[in-house]
């Protein structure tokens, strides 16, 4: 094989997924998926999370001011698809089948079948457009 060159373009920019978890008011587990997921420091280590249009997760991200970030492996495709498709609004989202714990620190849901998961607190939003 050999190797090409092209110009310089968007085309090709392999991220990581996650999918961020929250809980409804009612308990129930709610997850998103994601891929603007990155890493600073100030004075320690911090996550940087960006989350564009307004969606359920956002909304109980504001509200309770922690989520989860699980990391999204192959065998998890199906599931990060079917999250990434279906609105968090839609009141049969999550089943009982999807497998999951509270978080050991915060009260977040961790997905089982995630090799590495986050339990993150938001220290400081940014806006972007003039939104909330």
Not at 60 to 81: H, K
Not at 82 to 103: L, Q, W
Request: net charge negative.
């Amino acid at each position: 094989m050999k190797k090409v060159s092209t110009g310089i373009s968007n085309d090709f920019c392999p991220q990581t997924l996650f999918l961020y978890g929250t809980y409804k008011e009612d308990g129930t587990p709610n997850f998103g998926l994601f891929c603007w997921f990155s890493y600073c420091w100030d004075k320690e280590l911090h996550v940087m999370a960006c989350i564009g249009g307004e969606k359920l997760t956002k909304d109980r991200i504001r509200s309770t001011g922690v989520f989860s970030a699980n990391l999204v492996s192959e065998s998890m495709l199906p599931l990060a698809d079917y999250f990434g498709n279906t609105p968090g609004y839609s009141p049969d989202k999550i089943s009982d089948s999807i497998a999951t714990i509270r978080g050991a620190k915060l009260n977040v849901p961790i997905l089982n079948d995630s090799p590495w998961s986050y339990e993150l607190e938001v220290r400081k939003t940014i806006v972007l457009d003039d939104s909330e």
